[in-house]
């Protein structure tokens, strides 16, 4: 599989310009415009693994800076900044993938930004949102809170979530998931963190772990293009 990656620069409103990758393969079918974690940035190995295992799958990725990542800082941008990141990322995505199937979301953070800009206000020519581990609330803070914008979101929605994820603890994401109705679907990936991770024990190695959750991650967007 040939595939080129295009190292681009967005302009945030409000906020400095920053850095962006595109890999986009030979045959691609859509694009996700996927959003890093709030620790790490767009070229962390993890972000990587998860791009060019979509890429072998047909699925283009459009990763981003945070801005304040971009400048190396720790803490995260507040919201509106952070809003305006993503909508600026999708727009520079629709330009250069114009007639391609266009998702979003992200890693944690970056997914929990995705989908506030969206319930604030619908991202132009996103048809679904993908979430990589969603955030339900601190480790160790049990709680909902998080998800009350997602009942204003109108587009389908994946949830990827490990059994074992310190930031979404199962007996309330799965009633979350299931009150926003048919158009959000909850795949849950056994033995898995929130970095997606696996237990030895398990009998199967992050490889195989992730390898499930590109796999219905593409089908899902087969599904909904």
């Given at each position: 599989m040939k595939t080129d990656t295009q190292p681009l620069k967005i302009e945030v409103e409000g906020a400095?310009?920053?850095?962006?990758?595109?890999?986009?393969?030979?045959?691609?079918?859509?694009?996700?415009?996927?959003?890093?974690?709030?620790?790490?940035?767009?070229?962390?190995?993890?972000?990587?693994?998860?791009a060019t295992g979509l890429a072998a799958r047909g699925i283009a990725?459009?990763?981003?800076?945070?801005?304040?990542?971009?400048?190396?800082?720790?803490?995260?941008?507040?919201p509106a900044i952070a809003h305006a990141a993503v909508r600026a990322a999708v727009a520079e995505a629709a330009q250069h993938?114009?007639?391609?199937?266009?998702?979003a979301g992200g890693k944690s953070f970056g997914g929990r930004m995705t989908s506030q800009a969206q319930a604030i206000?619908?991202?132009a020519g996103v048809r679904g949102l993908v979430f990589l581990g969603?955030?339900?609330?601190?480790?160790?803070?049990?709680?909902?809170?998080?998800?009350?914008?997602?009942?204003?979101?109108?587009?389908?929605m994946l949830f990827l979530q490990g059994t074992r994820d310190a930031l979404a603890e199962l007996k309330l994401l799965e009633?979350?998931?299931?009150?926003?109705?048919?158009?959000?679907t909850l795949h849950l990936v056994k033995e898995v963190d929130h970095s997606f991770h696996v237990l030895v024990r398990s009998g199967r190695n992050d490889r195989e772990a992730?390898?499930?959750?590109?796999?219905?991650?593409?089908?899902?967007?087969?599904?909904?293009?």
């Open positions: 400095a310009v920053v850095s962006a990758l595109l890999l986009l393969p030979a045959q691609a079918h859509a694009i996700y415009v996927f959003a890093h974690g709030a620790g790490a940035g767009m070229a962390h190995a993890s972000m990587e693994v998860i990725t459009l990763r981003y800076q945070f801005p304040y990542m971009e400048k190396g800082g720790k803490r995260p941008d507040p993938c114009a007639g391609l199937p266009l998702f206000k619908p991202l969603f955030p339900l609330h601190p480790a160790g803070k049990p709680s909902s809170e998080r998800a009350k914008h997602l009942a204003d979101i109108k587009i389908p009633p979350v998931v299931k009150e926003l109705g048919p158009l959000a992730m390898n499930e959750v590109l796999d219905t991650f593409a089908a899902w967007v087969d599904s909904t293009r």
